[in-house]
């Protein structure tokens, strides 16, 4: 069982950056596939972003493809996001979540794929 607590957020302009970190308790984090997800103030959590066990596989949702980068440093038990050429649009709160999984390269990108969720983050882009 992994507890993900979430840090980072917070103001930025459009166009610029900011990096999410998101740690984990426990001892086999590089056994959870790890996702960040978001949500705006009347929409549905969206997906953002995903990597697998081992960080050989990424996936990300359309509306952020080349603008933002997840990866996961095992030793550390923390997954990131890094946020580049923000817009006024990816203004929410970010979820990270873990789900454990036997396989290396598994990727879940539905809510349904993940067990355990940190308490969020809150990210505003100003215009």
């Known amino acids: 069982q992994v507890q993900p607590v979430e840090s980072g957020g917070g103001l930025v302009q459009a166009g610029g950056s900011l990096r999410l970190s998101c740690a984990a308790s426990?001892?086999?984090?590089?056994?959870?596939?790890m996702a960040w997800f978001r949500q705006a103030p009347g929409k549905e959590r969206e997906f953002v972003a995903a990597?697998?066990?081992?960080?050989?596989?990424?996936n990300y949702g359309d509306s952020v493809k080349g603008r933002f980068t997840i990866s996961r440093d095992n030793a550390k038990n923390t997954v990131y996001l890094s946020m580049n050429s923000l817009k006024p649009e990816d203004t929410a709160v970010y979820y990270c979540a873990a789900d454990w999984t036997y396989s290396s390269a598994y990727i879940g990108v539905g809510r349904h794929n993940y067990e355990y969720w940190g308490q969020g983050t809150q990210v505003t882009v100003s215009s």
């Open positions: 426990g001892r086999t984090f590089s056994n959870y596939v």
């Open positions: 990597i697998s066990r081992s960080g050989g596989n990424t």
